[in-house]
């Protein structure tokens, strides 16, 4: 379990959180089992299947990134959150939203 320490962690929490209709937690949990793959290429720290969890929310909530963060700060990520309490649920059972901006000021938006 680690604590929120940057806007791009805060950002990224209060989206799950407000799925949740929770207030966002101070802390959140790396999943230890599962492998995530991370490039470096063109500038950019490209990772996929990172999952992190939050108990605070729900015991069983994971959600999973993949995308990549620019050795200058910029962010090109998305993000899939379980959706539980989205309406109408998707196909998927996710919700999935793109993080863009820079790592000090990010831009969450839903994908459709």
Known sequence: TTTVKTPLLAAM?????????KEAPETFRVAKAN??????KDGRLIHENLQFGF????PE???????S??????LDLVLDV???????????GTVRFQIGGTI??????ELQ
């Open 104 to 109: 000090d000021d990010p831009l969450v938006t």
């Open 55 to 58: 108990p605070d929310l729900s």
């Open 35 to 40: 492998e995530v793959r991370f490039e470096l």
């Open 61 to 67: 909530l994971f959600c999973r990134s993949r995308g």
């Open 13 to 21: 929490i209060k989206v799950i959180a407000d799925q949740y209709g």
């Open 69 to 74: 963060v620019g050795l200058d700060g910029s």
């Open 82 to 92: 379980p959706a539980i309490l989205a309406e109408p649920k998707s196909e998927s």
